[in-house]
């Protein structure tokens, strides 16, 4: 994974809000055994209309989506965060995220940036004014700028790190191997096996 | 210091505790299947990693297998694919699997409480948001993502910060004819999809004491659809009735053992919950949905809402969007909304239980002529019980269609799927735009209500049928 520390591109708003994981990726898309590919299912359905603001030219190459609150609701699916970033984008910005989303976004790298609903308006704001404007995201600082605005975000700090690091999950616990096997010794005896 | 169910179950799983880092979990059934598995397969192999214990995991196909002439090849290229996947991974990494035409076949969530292997107090989890389901046994279950999937499989643990916790209490009786598939939309009405955001929910109080283990499973089942991580329900003696003598259940002393401990995890008298949500049963009537998230519910009698009627202006645009997605006008009453296929299945409704209430509605009666409906059983064993039971003969005489077991129209991956303005009433958990198929229009509603609106043709409760 690579390390994350400050990212600067384009933005699109999203004006919507709940924007559920079956949105974000239909079911028919997930039926791939790989990881990559997934773009063209990017919000399939919304995109068949030409009105549709990832279909707007002056947005193209954009790497910063800005959404309506509680982004990522629905079905667990990874393949969400997976055709996000396939399509390019490197940062979410929304007011409320849900959670298996924006756990599954931290663990592959995509950076879901929390902060209040103003904000949000104000990059939406800034956005419709001047699509090409480059909007900075700071993990570092925990910082927004483009022009004039300044905002801070949250982002889960354990989150934060992990991001900065560029680690991985599975080689962050198995450090903790023995504890493990020391744990699997005492668990009692009437817990099931499948096999 | 007093506990919370919930927090009973976590404490016992700690492997590591740091500060300000994740606990780390130990997980004791993890279950899997072809659709958010094949990636994390592909992981393991890429990073020279194997599974953990094999014999805590388990895999069945559900998700996209088809539930007609089930002895022939996939014809699908992409769901044979992770079929396929699903078959050469589990080989090659030593990991039980129930494939299509096997007997114990059938939704992981259904599977997994049939066999026994859910069990109170166990942390299970699944690539499936669903996974929740087994929360009814108060185990602590929850969905993870693939990448997650492959992080359980290496190491059979997970990084996890402790979750919050919500009492949502139940008392009195539900009236007749209320099932829980109402009750859960009842409380995801009241508290909307994002409402039980970071809780693990705890269904409590008189109401839920009184629900079998399948209509607790129908409650915990659609927890996410409120948002939440989970739900749990205390494990009483209906818990430990349903558990006993399934083939993965503790024997002789290992089960005294066993409930010794299970009856140790109810909440304590005195736990604190992060937050409480009270509901009075007896006020309670069959809900449907009438938008595109299940938190669009509403009573049956009620009539289709004004986006006027909106809190805000998010709100306010959330019910004209779902208003035209849905083709439906305010005012209209929920009773007059044709229907054109009825499903009956999916983890949230497709067990014996399930199946027998739909029998009881149609027994002697007609689906309507311009409805047509789909009966899907949970798995295979719900498949046979309910032909032992005869329930199979009272659908095809009513004119409904009776298939093999698998999430089929739940989220239409194999050949069941609505067409494109299509209407459904649907027993499943999602009425998300497209979710039974691009451009469906889904109503949420409980098996009874199903079944009623297949004979009547537009959305009706057993109440409103003629008596026999
Ligand atoms: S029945 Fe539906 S909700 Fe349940 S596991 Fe299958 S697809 Fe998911």
Redesign the pocket.
Known sequence: MDAFTTHTGTAVPLRRSNVDTDQIIPAEYLKRITRTGFEDGLFASWRKDPEFVLNQPHHAGATILVAGPDFGTGSSREHAVWALQNYGFKVVISSRFADIFRGNSGKGGLLTAEVPQETVEALWELIAEDPAAEVTVDLDKQQIRSGNLVADFAVDGYVRWRLMAGLDDIGITLQSVDAITDFEKQRPGFTPTTI | MARTLAEKVWAAHVVRHGEGEPDLLYIDLHLVHEVTSPQAFDGLRVTGRGVRRPDLTLATE??NVPTINIDQPIADPISRAQVDALRANCAEFGVPLYALGSIEQG???VVGPQLGLTQPGMTVVCG?S?TSTHGAFGALAFGIGTSEVEHVLATQTLPLKPFKTMAITVDGELPVGVSAKDLTLAIIAKIGTGGGQGYVLEYRGSAIRGLSMEGRMTLCNMSIEAGARAGMVAPDETTFEYVKGRVHAPVGSEWDEAQTYWRTLPSDADAVFDAEVFIDATTLSPYVTWGTNPGQGLPLSASIPAPESAGDEVERGAIERALEYMDLVPGTPLREIPIDTVFI????N?RIEDLRVVAEVLRGRQVADSVRMLIVPGSVRVKLQAETEGLDTVFLAAGADWREAG?SM??AMNPDKLAPGERSAST???NFEGRQGPGGRTHLVSPAVAAATAVVGTLAAPADLPKL
Do not use: A, Y
């Not at chain 2, 299945?345 to 949230?348: I, L, P, R, V």
């Open positions: 559900d998700h939704i992981v969530h499936d669903h299945g999916s983890c949230t497709g999430c739940c989220l499943s958990n999602r």
